[in-house]
T-cell receptor
Framework: DTAVSQTPKYLVTQMGNDKSIKCEQN?????MYWYKQDSKKFLKIMFSYNNKELIINETVPNRFSPKSPDKAHLNLHINSLELGDSAVYFC??????????FGPGTRLLVL | GENVEQHPSTLSVQEGDSAVIKCTYS??????FPWYKQELGKGPQLIID?????GEKKDQRIAVTLNKTAKHFSLHITETQPEDSAVYFCAASENEKLTFGTGTRLTIIP
């Protein structure tokens, strides 16, 4: 059984487009996260939701908007995509301050 | 905010030898220190973690040590095997927010 899943795995799109990445966890966790991993492999948190409530919102352009329809899902919508948005985006989940479990990643390439 | 430094950035060791990766953190309030392994094309996977009330933790060939006074922690892998080749990340957190180190690319030479 997949614990944290993301779709799509790969996303290639043109500059200026709007796209969404979906994340689901079946671990029963109440906290979910979005991370961005750049080309140098640096991992940085973007957002965190606890029970559908935003609790961490790092310095991220407001073109990025997370949405949590329920505590098992956290989606990431990106407006007006830019070349610099190309990266791997990871979703993760945890039970409050416990271990974070990561999804397989979504590789976004903006052309 | 928290700042985590990780060294070395690359490490090559002969199969069977030990590997050590070191991290330092800046926020004395941090109390949770996980280590993640990331294989090519996959998400980071937790391999071991330690909390600030413990100085050392071991799980088979993997061990982590924590020095709260000096604010540094280390990952030790003994009897390295080819499947240990990956990128390893340390991290530190006080609450839900993990701050990651910059990663160490470990290569095991057969």
């Amino acid at each position: 059984d997949t614990a944290v899943s993301q779709t799509p795995k790969y996303l290639v799109t043109q500059m200026g487009n709007d796209k969404s990445i979906k994340c689901e966890q079946n671990l029963g966790h109440d906290t979910m996260y979005w991370y961005k991993q750049d080309s140098k492999k640096f991992l940085k948190i973007m957002f965190s939701y606890n029970n559908k409530e935003l609790i961490i919102n790092e310095t991220v352009p407001n073109r990025f908007s997370p949405k949590s329809p329920d505590k098992a899902h956290l989606n990431l919508h990106i407006n007006s995509l830019e070349l610099g948005d190309s990266a791997v985006y990871f979703c993760a989940s945890s039970q409050r301050t416990q271990t974070q479990y990561f999804g397989p990643g979504t590789r976004l390439l903006v052309l | 905010g928290e700042n985590v430094e990780q060294h070395p950035s690359t490490l090559s060791v002969q199969e069977g030898d030990s590997a050590v990766i070191k991290c330092t953190y800046s926020d004395s309030a941090s109390n949770y220190f996980p280590w993640y392994k990331q294989e090519l094309g996959k998400g980071p996977q937790l391999i071991i973690d330690i909390r600030s009330n413990v100085g050392e933790k071991k799980d088979q060939r993997i061990a982590v040590t924590l020095n709260k006074t000096a604010k540094h922690f280390s990952l030790h892998i003994t009897e390295t095997q080819p499947e240990d080749s990956a990128v390893y990340f340390c991290a530190a957190s006080e609450n839900e927010k993990l701050t990651f180190g910059t990663g160490t690319r470990l290569t095991i030479i057969p």
